[in-house]
């Protein structure tokens, strides 16, 4: 390839790394017909993943089970309504946070809407504050790139049942959040200022310690946080989910994906370098795995195809005495809880109950 061609790629490649996705997540999908809680969709991709996920649809969203039939054009899949009507026939979208993007149609408890002050500006971010007796330990929930704050959802209830408030946090570069001064994401290197207002937000409610819950590029904040926090001694522990642990691995794994030459990785990173100021070597979690110190929940689906699993069997293998590692088979990026929400919710019951007051 002409150097001039490669230059143009890699300078796109590293556009594609920084920039914020203009939608959340999901996948199109069509429903072909709705039954008496049943429906069929159309075989795609998305349709055809294991385990719980969402539907959204013009009549409302809805929950879908694992895939119970089928034959070449579509699959069945069992549904459960939570919000609006059954799904029609026509389009719909695929996701994998298996809930309403708003928490009024998603739980029965409430889930107060609150703002506070960062290093751009005010953030929003909802926050459950469980009845009765409160521990003093708060979950910040971190979501993931191009994610929303929804994507705590799923172990939401979880939280209030173990008495454990929660507050799940919006970022820069978030709808509704302030913008980076260059639009840019600084995929974790930055963004853990954010979250260090949310900590800020959480002990000025009661709060003495926090326990750091990262999803996908969440888990690099969570990383990048534990490093440069002055606060980080507060922090009791620590769950991440197919979390970006190495940005090279992770970079390198989506331009094998793409079928693009394996040597813009380094030259798409350096230009990213220049663009965002990314030091890429303080975000490797693997190579930097000696210096933690807190406890790990770490979760990661087997099959994965955006954040290579190898890279949490890494840092897992580097770190025993801290990480207990849920490694599920045939869950893709974000959806161990999905595959198998019980074993999920037990290990997280277990992991959160185990940490010190």
């Known amino acids: 390839m002409p150097a001039a061609g490669l230059f143009a790629i890699g300078w796109g490649h590293a556009g594609e790394i920084l920039a914020p996705p203009a939608a959340p997540a999901g996948d199109e999908t069509t429903v072909l017909a709705t039954g008496a ?3 069929a969709l159309r075989r795609t991709r998305a349709s055809t993943e294991p385990g719980l996920l969402g539907l959204a649809h013009a009549g409302g969203y809805a929950r879908v089970g694992p895939v119970d039939g089928g034959d070449a054009e ?3 899949r069992p549904y459960l309504t ?16 298996a809930c309403p993007p708003h928490p009024a149609d998603a739980f029965a408890f409430p889930v107060q ?3 506070f002050p960062g290093p751009l500006g005010r953030y929003p971010a909802w ?13 910040v929930f971190v979501h993931g790139r191009g994610g929303t ?10 939280m209030r049942r173990l008495g454990l408030p929660a507050l799940s946090v919006t970022y820069r570069n978030d709808a509704g959040a302030p913008g980076s001064p260059g639009g840019t994401y600084g995929l974790g290197w930055t963004e853990w200022e954010d979250v260090q207002a949310a900590t800020d937000h959480a002990r000025r409610h009661g709060a003495r310690a926090v326990v750091l819950f990262g999803y996908s590029m969440g888990g690099a904040i969570v990383g990048a946080y534990l490093s440069r926090s002055p606060d980080a001694g507060r922090v009791r522990g620590v769950v991440l989910d197919s979390p970006v642990l190495d ?3 992770t970079i390198s794994h989506g331009t094998r994906e793409r079928r693009l030459p394996g040597s813009l990785t380094p030259f798409a990173m350096s230009v990213a370098r220049l663009r965002a100021g990314v030091p890429w070597g303080g975000l490797d979690q693997v190579a930097r795995a000696g210096e933690w110190s807190v406890p790990v929940l770490l979760a990661h689906g087997a099959a994965d195809p955006s954040v290579p699993v190898a890279t949490s069997d890494a840092f897992a293998a580097a770190r025993p005495d801290l990480v207990e590692y849920l490694r ?14 019980a074993g999920y919710e037990r290990a997280l019951r277990r992991f959160l109950l185990g940490l010190r007051p």
């Open 37 to 39: 809680r049943r429906l």
């Open 74 to 76: 579509g699959v069945t």
């Open 82 to 97: 939570l919000a609006g009507g059954p799904p029609p026939p026509g389009p719909a979208r695929v996701d994998g946070y």
């Open 113 to 115: 809407e609150v703002t």
């Open 127 to 139: 926050q459950v504050l469980p009845a009765g007796r409160r521990r003093r330990t708060w979950v």
């Open 149 to 158: 704050r929804a994507e705590a959802f799923r172990v939401l209830p979880a």
């Open 247 to 249: 940005w090279e691995a």
């Open 328 to 341: 599920v088979p045939g869950a893709g990026h974000v959806r161990a809880w999905n595959v198998d929400p």
